[in-house]
């Protein structure tokens, strides 16, 4: 049940971070929110599948 929330934990913040691209595209700095848009993704990839 642990790695069930972890992973959905980390499902939830790659999510907000593919949010912030889809919404960071239509203002006006794109590239600002997408370099913010990645850290988010990496951090949640990272949790998902990082040393444990």
């Known amino acids: 049940m642990e ?3 972890a992973y959905a934990i980390s ?11 889809i919404a960071g595209l239509s203002s006006s ?5 997408i ?3 990645l850290i988010a993704i990496a951090i ?3 949790s998902a ?3 444990t």
């Open 11 to 21: 499902l939830g913040i790659v999510g907000f971070g593919v949010w912030i691209v």
């Open 29 to 33: 700095a794109p590239v600002f929110w």
């Open 3 to 5: 790695k069930a929330a």
């Open 35 to 37: 370099c913010a848009a």
């Open 49 to 51: 599948f990082g040393p």
């Open 44 to 46: 949640g990839l990272i």
